[in-house]
Every structure is written in C-alpha cells, then in structure tokens.
Nanobody, 124 residues
C-alpha cells in the first residue's frame, strides 16, 4: 500500500509562488508514476501535471504550462510542484496521485493512490 502526504499549501497573493511537496512511502518510489491534480470548490478534479518514473518525461495542463513545474527526487521519495505567477483561479485543493503503471497521463482513473490534499488559496 502506498501512502502519499502533501504539504506546502497556503495563502499567497496573486503573482506569488508556492512549492508543493508530496512524500511517498510503501513502495519503491522509482516504480511510481506521479501527478498533481486539483479541485476547486464546486468543480470536478482537474489535471495539473504529471511526471514519469525517471523524471525524464513531464506533461502539463494548458492552464499551467509555463507557470508550474513538476519534478521529483527519487532519492527522497518526493515529487514537487513549483507554482509561479499564481492567479486566483489556481485556488483549489491540490492532490498528488501515484500510479504503478509506466505513464505520464492526465487521466485520473489511471492513478491508484491519492494523498489527502493541501489547500492553495490565491488572493487577488
């Protein structure tokens, strides 16, 4: 069983930055494909970014491309989401997901494990 714990959320002004972290345990980290999703109040879960097992391949939603960067440190069992130029529409609970499949995908159904989420609030 894989456990995922997100951290790093908070309140930030528009134009600011935050870095989210997701620490994984329970399985060798470099066998997991990872992703970030988010869910705003009253909306469905939305894909943000994904990264392959080795970190050599990444994939972003158009809404965050050029502003967010996903990365991972396999030695630390951690995936990160660096978020720059934050806007109020980025306000959401951010979740990390892990898949045992070798994917870099935006499909939430392909991820087997999820963290509890971390709140990001961007004020205007």
């Amino acid at each position: 069983q894989v456990q995922l714990v997100e951290s790093g959320g908070g309140l930030v002004e528009a134009g600011g930055s935050l870095r989210l972290s997701c620490a994984a345990s329970g399985r060798t980290f470099n066998t997991l494909s990872m992703a970030w999703f988010r869910q705003a109040p009253g909306k469905g879960r939305e894909f943000v970014a994904a990264i392959s097992r080795s970190g050599s391949s990444t994939y972003y939603a158009d809404s965050v491309k050029g502003r967010f960067t996903i990365s991972r440190e396999n030695a630390k069992n951690t995936v990160y989401l660096q978020m720059n130029s934050l806007q109020p529409e980025d306000t959401a609970v951010y979740y990390c997901g892990a898949s045992t499949r070798p994917i870099t995908s935006s499909q939430g159904s392909l991820y087997d494990y999820w963290g509890q989420g971390t709140q990001v609030t961007v004020s205007s």
